[in-house]
């Protein structure tokens, strides 16, 4: 393959949960730095809007759906508007979802607590996936990544339901790469503790400080650093990865313990 064509998303088009803020946002920015169109697809409109003016300055075109994942009709609507307003679907970025990761006391939440870390974290971008690869397979050419998390493979107190619904992403992944290849392929991004405005509304210095004791590269995580990740997924570089999970923790384990 040629060097220009590694990276090269010029003529892809994107889909972006979750795209308005944090991880998400940095990925739709860095993906469309490198051509591709972009489809934010967010619960909170304003802010998704905000970002596509970030896009377009690059001279990159860009829509912002409304889209609460835990909603069908949302995850239809979002599909079908990528379509009819920009052309097809390439790529796919599984980035929405949440928990109650480190609330998680199994005396003191529901299972209906749990059934939610699942419908948002394994059961929408499932949904998605179904909805998008048709398109994927008709253009020829696929690329699906979900933002799995550390506590897919760490063992800690009081994370049961986000840590388990991350670990049955892996694994979705992995088994839906038999079924969707081989024009489309399907990875995961496990992002270590990144600073987003989750961690920052919980990290003290002394947190931060135990953290990094198990790092090796002595820093945390900045959204650009996962959103690295995603583009190598989603560009023809990784024409022959697939199933797979790569975690991107600065070579270490953090936790909030």
């Known amino acids: 393959m040629e060097r220009d064509k590694l990276f090269d998303l010029t003529g892809k088009i994107a889909i972006v949960t979750g795209g308005a803020n944090g991880i998400g946002k940095a990925t ?22 905000a970002t596509v003016k970030n ?30 307003e920009l ?10 979802g949440g928990g109650g990761g480190g609330r998680e006391h199994p005396f003191k939440i529901s299972v209906k607590d749990i059934k939610r870390d699942y419908e948002l974290n394994v059961f929408s971008g499932w949904r998605l996936c179904q909805l998008a690869v048709p398109y994927m397979k008709k253009a020829g050419y696929g690329s699906i990544v ?13 994370i049961s339901g986000y840590g388990g619904s991350k670990a049955a992403v892996n694994h979705t992944v992995a088994n839906l790469a038999h079924d969707f290849g081989p024009e489309v392929r399907i990875n995961a991004v496990g ?52 199933g797979q999970t790569l975690f991107v923790n600065g070579g270490g384990e953090q936790t909030l313990e």
């Open 87 to 96: 052309g097809g679907i390439h790529i796919l970025i599984n980035n929405a």
């Open 28 to 49: 739709a920015l860095l993906l469309a730095k490198h051509g591709a169109t972009i489809a934010i697809g967010d619960f909170n409109l304003e802010d998704a809007q």
């Open 191 to 242: 992002p270590g503790a990144t600073r987003t405005a989750a961690l920052e509304s919980v990290l003290t210095p002394e947190i931060e400080r135990s953290m990094l004791k198990h790092t090796p590269i002595k820093r945390l995580g900045t959204a650009e650093d996962i959103a690295g990740a995603m583009l190598y997924f989603a560009a023809p570089i990784s024409e022959w990865v697939s």
């Open 55 to 84: 896009i377009e300055a690059l001279g990159v075109k860009a829509i912002a759906v409304r889209c609460d994942v835990l909603k069908d009709d949302d995850l239809v609507n979002l599909v079908e508007t990528t379509v009819s």
């Open 146 to 158: 979900f933002t799995t998390s550390m506590s897919s493979i760490n063992k800690s107190p009081n």
